[in-house]
């Protein structure tokens, strides 16, 4: 039978929808201004790595850290679901490795050069701000090292390839539905189960179910404190917002009466929620929050075991002083230890993160107790099972041949 021939691309662009297409590219005569052009940004944006740290540095001088990095934190990761099943992120240009740097700059300060107001929308309004601009920074000195004379086609394609992998991990975090994550994390290191429980007090799978516990109730938390939020916001006046925020809050200190009377006559619905939102933000911090008893309570093992988990995968304020901030863009300590020791309280700013770099973490694990080589060994037969019983699922007549090894 002919093949038809099909109509040309242009054509049916133009009778069944208005969309086009153009080329797009830089005159060739004009590569090397547009390439200068592009130096002289980068050059501008890496010139102000050193502000915008500062700045970020005065703004949790200023406030407590962990409470603006909680806000933060869950801001950035937050997100809702309209009633028509669209999802939108509070916050879009805040990710996830905007978060885990801040983490990281809040550990070079030391806990007594810590402020202690609370948070501000101003303050917060500065870290919304200035810590895309500080990560991007990071971008640009790429482009400008990338800039220096390479060597043959070989080099360059290599350092093509490594700077594909840098941004990957600069800026992907997740490598599967959370779920799958979950069960993959489960079924790949319950081998170590036994040598960790040995070494650590606690087994892989211990650590993996107290981290799962941790999202979970953090989500939880979240959730409540948004439900709380709308119920308050619901009211139409400046005076019912007031009536409702002492009704719905009850652990608040003083009445509606006294709040309202040392408020302006004239003060706008608009204003009084602003206000109220800025108070209630100041408990973002309990729900990132946790203790080994309320965690053991939450998994129903045992409180040393918890305290071992936690202490496994913290860092204490203050830890990170002396790390050259340029380097916490591709080698950030929180990926291994993403837990900050807080007194007898451990804040996780982002539990998410934990389930994002779990191979780092196990790694890491592993080899301080002599155990990189098992795992290396059990992650790639884990990985061949894995993908044998995919394929006999898929091809269940066909003839496979496992253990196999090339020559």
């Given at each position: 039978?002919?093949?038809?021939?099909?109509?040309?691309?242009?054509?049916?662009?133009?009778?069944?929808?208005?969309?086009?297409?153009?080329?797009?590219?830089?005159?060739?005569?004009?590569?090397?201004?547009?390439?200068?052009?592009?130096?002289?940004?980068?050059?501008?944006?890496?010139?102000?790595?050193?502000?915008?740290?500062?700045?970020?540095?005065?703004?949790?001088?200023?406030?407590?850290?962990?409470?603006?990095?909680?806000?933060?934190?869950?801001?950035?990761s937050?997100?809702?679901?309209?009633?028509?099943?669209?999802?939108?992120?509070?916050?879009?240009?805040?990710?996830?490795?905007?978060?885990?740097?801040?983490?990281?700059?809040?550990?070079?300060?030391?806990?007594?050069?810590?402020?202690?107001?609370?948070?501000?929308?101003?303050?917060?309004?500065v870290?919304?701000?200035?810590?895309?601009?500080?990560?991007?920074?990071?971008?640009?000195?790429?482009i400008?090292?990338?800039?220096?004379?390479?060597?043959?086609?070989?080099?360059?394609?290599?350092?093509?390839?490594?700077?594909?992998?840098?941004?990957?991990?600069?800026?992907?975090?997740?490598?599967?539905?959370?779920?799958?994550?979950?069960?993959?994390?489960?079924?790949?290191?319950?081998?170590?189960?036994?040598?960790?429980?040995?070494?650590?007090?606690?087994?892989?799978?211990?650590?993996?179910?107290?981290?799962?516990?941790?999202?979970?109730?953090?989500?939880?938390?979240?959730?409540?404190?948004?439900?709380?939020?709308?119920?308050?916001?619901?009211?139409?006046?400046a005076?019912?917002?007031?009536?409702?925020?002492?009704?719905?809050?009850?652990?608040?200190?003083?009445?509606?009466?006294e709040?309202?009377?040392?408020?302006?006559?004239?003060?706008?619905r608009?204003?009084?929620?602003?206000?109220?939102?800025?108070?209630?933000?100041?408990?973002?911090?309990?729900?990132?929050?946790?203790?080994?008893?309320?965690?053991?309570?939450?998994?129903?093992?045992?409180?040393?075991?918890?305290?071992?988990?936690?202490?496994?995968?913290?860092?204490?304020?203050?830890?990170?002083?002396?790390?050259?901030?340029?380097?916490?863009?591709?080698?950030n300590?929180i990926?291994?230890?993403?837990?900050?020791?807080?007194?007898?309280?451990?804040?996780?700013?982002?539990?998410?993160?934990?389930?994002?770099?779990?191979?780092?973490?196990?790694?890491?694990?592993?080899?301080?107790?002599?155990?990189?080589?098992?795992?290396?060994?059990?992650?790639?037969?884990?990985?061949?099972?894995?993908?044998?019983?995919?394929?006999?699922?898929?091809?269940?007549?066909?003839?496979?041949?496992?253990?196999?090894?090339?020559?």
């Open positions: 039978m002919p093949r038809k021939k099909l109509p040309k691309l242009a054509h049916v662009c133009e009778k069944n929808s208005p969309l086009k297409f153009e080329n797009f590219g830089i005159d060739p005569e004009k590569h090397g201004e547009f390439k200068e052009e592009i130096l002289k940004t980068a050059r501008a944006t890496v010139k102000e790595f050193p502000d915008l740290l500062e700045t970020i540095r005065n703004n949790l001088a200023d406030c407590y850290p962990p409470q603006a990095l909680s806000a933060f934190c869950c801001y950035g937050a997100g809702f679901i309209s009633t028509t099943g669209k999802q939108t992120d509070a916050l879009p240009e805040i990710m996830q490795h905007h978060c885990e740097l801040l983490q990281a700059i809040l550990l070079t300060v030391p806990q007594d050069d810590w402020g202690g107001k609370p948070i501000t929308p101003d303050a917060m309004e870290l919304f701000n200035t810590m895309p601009k500080l990560s991007n920074t990071f971008f640009m000195q790429r400008l090292e990338g800039d220096t004379k390479l060597g043959d086609e070989e080099e360059q394609i290599a350092r093509s390839l490594q700077e594909r992998v840098r941004m990957h991990t600069h800026t992907v975090r997740n490598w599967g539905h959370f779920d799958q994550v979950v069960q993959i994390s489960r079924e790949l290191y319950s081998a170590l189960d036994p040598k960790f429980l040995k070494s650590y007090g606690f087994s892989a799978t211990d650590l993996i179910d107290t981290l799962f516990a941790v999202q979970a109730e953090a989500e939880e938390r979240m959730s409540a404190h948004i439900a709380l939020l709308r119920k308050v916001l619901s009211g139409r006046t005076i019912k917002l007031v009536e409702r925020y002492y009704r719905f809050v009850p652990s608040l200190v003083g009445s509606a009466d709040m309202l009377s040392g408020l302006p006559a004239d003060i706008t608009e204003q009084m929620a602003g206000m109220i939102m800025a108070h209630l933000d100041l408990r973002l911090i309990d729900t990132r929050l946790f203790t080994p008893e309320g965690l053991s309570d939450l998994t129903g093992k045992p409180n040393e075991v918890i305290l071992a988990i936690l202490s496994a995968l913290s860092l204490e304020p203050g830890s990170l002083m002396d790390a050259k901030p340029e380097f916490l863009f591709l080698d300590p990926w291994e230890r993403p837990v900050i020791s807080l007194n007898n309280k451990y804040l996780v700013p982002l539990p998410q993160a934990a389930f994002s770099h779990i191979h780092r973490i196990m790694e890491r694990l592993a080899r301080e107790v002599g155990l990189e080589t098992i795992l290396r060994e059990y992650r790639a037969s884990f990985l061949e099972s894995s993908v044998e019983n995919l394929f006999r699922k898929a091809l269940p007549d066909a003839n496979f041949y496992p253990s196999f090894q090339w020559e």
